[in-house]
């Protein structure tokens, strides 16, 4: 009994050697009425394939228009989060095999974001905890693969191809999962005060990707 007594404290030391190092990409759907580069309606809940146009499905010689309500709510982020706003716009295109895309890339705005820097501030029990922002950019969501509804075949519904996004990256200054929610219940908290977005995660609407790495901890 003492021997496994000894081998499961040596486990704990060893195991509170190590930390947790955390970045987050949050997506955040934004609550304008048209998507981002077409005046296709941006609603949840339609039958499928019906919010869409030459535009959001890729057709030859079609052209995007920018949609200027997205410009102001990234720059009520911006400003939201202390960043700093890029004085003018620019985009390029990520091309990937886009399943649910038909255009064969994403517009996104990943070389010249329009916010860089700032910060959002989370509370937990030994304290508040500034967690700084890499950059905060615009793009466009991709459709909505459904594999579920047929035993032999995917679906593809494209009424959200185009919805825009703000994607807002964070530093690795996370320490754990429960840091972690804290962020990111704090990043909807905020995004809806801001009436940006409705941050429904059910429908989608806010989404994270988690960047996950371990490490020794440093010395005090």
Do not use: W
Not at 135 to 143: K, L, Q, V
């Amino acid at each position: 009994m003492d021997l496994e007594i000894c081998i499961f404290a040596g486990l704990v030391k060893k195991a509170n050697s190590y930390e947790a190092v955390i970045g987050l990409e949050v997506h955040a759907q934004l609550s304008t009425e048209s998507k981002l580069f077409c005046s296709d309606p941006n609603q949840f809940g339609a039958e499928p394939n019906q919010h869409t146009s030459v535009i959001s499905l890729g057709h030859p010689g079609s052209l995007p228009r920018l949609n200027g309500k997205v410009v102001e709510y990234a720059i009520r982020l911006g400003l939201a989060t202390r960043s700093k706003i890029a004085p003018s716009l620019a985009f390029t295109r990520k091309n990937y095999f886009y399943t649910d895309l038909p255009k064969g890339y994403q517009i996104s705005q990943h070389e010249a974001p329009i916010c860089e820097g700032g910060y959002i501030h989370i509370r937990m029990p030994s304290g508040n905890k500034k967690i700084r922002l890499i950059r905060i950019h615009i793009e466009e969501d991709a459709g909505k693969s459904l594999h579920d509804q047929q035993p032999d075949a995917s679906l593809i519904d494209l009424n959200r191809a185009g919805v825009p996004l703000l994607e807002i990256v964070s530093e690795p200054d996370l320490r754990s999962g429960e840091e972690a929610q804290s962020y990111l219940g704090e990043v909807r908290r905020l995004v809806r005060h801001l009436n940006i977005c409705d941050g429904n995660m059910e429908e989608g609407s806010l989404r994270c990707d988690a960047n996950v790495s371990v490490r020794k901890k440093e010395r005090d």
